[in-house]
């Protein structure tokens, strides 16, 4: 009987253990890293631009806040403490920025789905950019930066 007991605990963790090796988590974090292929005529996609204008025209800060990824990048040097991308695009004058570059055509950089499309382009664009991503299978807002300056 205890032999029996033993036998059968064994098999249940043994397949416990594989089908926790094929999660579909593992799965998911798999795909995010792999180069983003063009998604600018995906449905989901295009109706996550279509809001994120919407709320940029408005500067909608809850639903722009409720779009942005947890890490969102807005510039490059150490934020103030306590600052939100919206008081620097406040401070910096910049909502006219990412309004006009949210307008335009999206394509697929790295991870990211980028605008305006000189990024992809122009290796020598120094403008701003937008970045938008996939997260946990759902699109975000991840970036809207000015070009990096790199030291001389």
Known sequence: MLLRLFVCALILSSAAACNSLNTPYKKKDEEEKKPMKDQSSDQAFMAFLGRLRIAVGKRDRA??????????????????????????????????????????????????????????????????????????????FAYFVPAEVKAQ
């Open 63 to 140: 639903m722009l806040g409720s779009m942005m990824t947890s890490d969102f990048g807005y510039r490059w040097d150490t934020p103030a403490p306590g600052e939100t991308p919206f008081d620097y695009w406040d401070q910096q004058n910049t909502w006219g920025d990412l309004q006009n570059i949210v307008k335009q055509r999206f394509l697929p950089n790295g991870m990211y789905m980028v605008a305006p499309p000189q990024v992809v382009l122009d290796s020598k664009y120094a403008g701003f950019r937008v970045g938008l991503r996939t997260v946990g299978g759902s699109w975000k």
